[in-house]
Structures are given as structure tokens and as C-alpha cells.
């Protein structure tokens, strides 16, 4: 394992409720991701935080609302998504976002939007 | 703008035989570059990285890449395949000294290593 936790590892919702995914790294590292994947296509990144701090957003939909109450923790509120966002989300963290540093992906959590 | 193309969605190899998995990359300056392999009901998960100086790099579980500047390749090899190889492979890159620019992935490509 990678030290980078998510749950849940399954979710399903429908378009109106509202749900949150959790992500947690025991790797002491200062910066995190959530990542979306889409059969045959790119990771795409959604959000980036650095010691705490949101230093990217990817034009994602405000229904998702990420959160990062501290340095080992993000967490991506899930609000009146639709059908389209059914994915595998992942999360990631790297020492830092130096261009050089490997990033540590979880598991995952499957999405589905009924 | 960063871009990587891995142009194969499928690599079937027979075990033991060798096994390459072909990426490309555009960048704007000079660049790092990362594979992973991410397999079923996993997330992704490092297997290198280029970031200067021996063009060969040597990663986990025997794969190997070649940087190729003159080509803008990147490409991952192993010399003797295995059946548990086969997963879905990633190529990545980001621009040196790129600041806030993020890491940009390939679609990846599937391999199957058959028995």
C-alpha cells in the first residue's frame, strides 16, 4: 500500500443527494490531489492543495467542493451531481508540488450517479 | 502547453517475451517523466521517473525507460515479461521548472501478458 486511504471505496447517489469522499495520507507530505478517471480518457486533475492552501482549480463544476482541513486530510463534497460524473476519483499527495516529486495515488472511490 | 500520447489502447505479449509500451511527449522546455501502472481496483502506482542525467532509468519490478530527446520518447520496456504485468500503464510529464503547471497524463495503455 501506498499510505494514502480513501473511503468510501463504492458510492452510489442519486442527482439529489449530497455526499462526501474522504481521503487521508500517513506520508507526512504537504501537498494533495483529487484526480477524475473517465474510461479512455486522461487523469483529469481537479483540485490541488499545498500545506492546507487551494493553489488549483480545473474549471470543476461548483457541485464538487473540496476541503482540506489539514495537511493529512481532503475530503470532495458531492452536491446535486449528474449522471456524467460517474467515475473512479482518486486522490494523491506528494512532498511537496516541486515538478520533480512522484505523486502517491489511493485506491480510489467508484462513483456511480444514478 | 504540455501534451503525451501513448499511441497504443492494447499491448498483447506472451510471457517471457519482451514487452515495450510506446509514449511520446510535448513540452515547452525540458521535461520529467513518469510512468505508473495502475491495476485492477487500485489507483495508480510509481514505477519511474527521468529527471536528469543517465538517459536509461531503472524502476520497480524489472521495467526500465529510455528517455529519447531527439524523438521526445519515453518509452518502458522489460526484458522478460510476466503474466502479473499485465495492468494499465500511464506515461506523465511536466515541464521543469514549470512552477504551478501540473502533472499532464497519457490516456494509458492496457497491457496483456499472456500466458
Known amino acids: 500500500e501506498t499510505g494514502v486511504t480513501q473511503t468510501p471505496r463504492h458510492l452510489v447517489m442519486g442527482m439529489t443527494n449530497k455526499k462526501s469522499l474522504k481521503c487521508e495520507q500517513h506520508l507526512g507530505h504537504n501537498a494533495m490531489y483529487w484526480y477524475k478517471q473517465s474510461a479512455k480518457k486522461p487523469l483529469e486533475l481537479m483540485f490541488v492543495y499545498s500545506l492546507e492552501e487551494r493553489v488549483e482549480n480545473n474549471s470543476v463544476p461548483s457541485r464538487f467542493s473540496p476541503e482540506c482541513p489539514n495537511s493529512s486530510h481532503l475530503f470532495l463534497h458531492l452536491h446535486t451531481l449528474q449522471p456524467e460524473d460517474s467515475a473512479l476519483y482518486l486522490c494523491?499527495?506528494?512532498?511537496?508540488?516541486?515538478?520533480?516529486?512522484?505523486?502517491?495515488f489511493g485506491p480510489g472511490t467508484r462513483l456511480t450517479v444514478l | 502547453a504540455q501534451s503525451v500520447a501513448q499511441p497504443e489502447d492494447q499491448v498483447n505479449v506472451a510471457e517471457g517475451n519482451p514487452l515495450t509500451v510506446k509514449c511520446t511527449y510535448s513540452v515547452s522546455g525540458n521535461p520529467y517523466l513518469f510512468w505508473y501502472v495502475q491495476y485492477p481496483n487500485r489507483g495508480l502506482q510509481f514505477l519511474l521517473k527521468y529527471i536528469t542525467g543517465d538517459n536509461l532509468v531503472k524502476g520497480s519490478y524489472g521495467f526500465e525507460a529510455e528517455f529519447n530527446k531527439s524523438q521526445t520518447s519515453f518509452h518502458l520496456k522489460k526484458p522478460s515479461a510476466l503474466v502479473s504485468d499485465s495492468a494499465l500503464y500511464f506515461c506523465?510529464?511536466?515541464?521543469?521548472?514549470?512552477?504551478?503547471?501540473?502533472?499532464?497524463f497519457g490516456k494509458g495503455t492496457r497491457l496483456s501478458v499472456i500466458a
Open positions: 494523491a499527495s506528494s512532498p511537496g508540488r516541486d515538478t520533480y516529486n512522484e505523486q502517491f
Open positions: 506523465a510529464v511536466r515541464t521543469r521548472n514549470s512552477g504551478n503547471t501540473p502533472l499532464v
